[in-house]
Nanobody, 128 residues
Framework: QVHLVESGGGSVQAGGSRRLSCVASGLPYSMYAMAWVRQAPGKEREFVGAISRSGVTTSYADSVKGRFTISRDNAKTTTYLQMDSMKPEDTAVYYC?????????????????????WGQGTQVTVSS
């Protein structure tokens, strides 16, 4: 059974930093590209960014570009989201998602219905 378990959420002041982790199990992790998605109260899920299977390619939403960084450790089957210079509008539940993909360097797009597995999410609250 596949599990994606996020951790690292919590409260942070505007301008601060937070690092989220997503540990994957039950799947051949290195065959999956990974993404972070968030959902703010009353809003639809929003693509944050994604990373290729090999980790060499990343993509980000314009709203987080230059502030957030996605990385992965295939040996630990873990994906990270480093969030810096955080803003109150970053407040959301953050989810990780996995997509089986052939290419080791291609990053999946922001079409969320194409992702195969999802975690349960972790809450991040940014106060002003």
């Amino acid at each position: 059974q596949v599990h994606l378990v996020e951790s690292g959420g919590g409260s942070v002041q505007a301008g601060g930093s937070r690092r989220l982790s997503c540990v994957a199990s039950g799947l051949p992790y290195s065959m999956y590209a990974m993404a972070w998605v968030r959902q703010a109260p009353g809003k639809e899920r929003e693509f944050v960014g994604a990373i290729s299977r090999s980790g060499v390619t990343t993509s980000y939403a314009d709203s987080v570009k230059g502030r957030f960084t996605i990385s992965r450790d295939n040996a630990k089957t873990t994906t990270y989201l480093q969030m810096d210079s955080m803003k109150p509008e970053d407040t959301a539940v953050y989810y990780c998602a996995a997509k089986l993909i052939v290419s080791a360097t291609v990053v999946p797009g922001d079409e969320l219905n194409r992702y195969d597995y999802w975690g349960q999410g972790t809450q991040v609250t940014v106060s002003s």
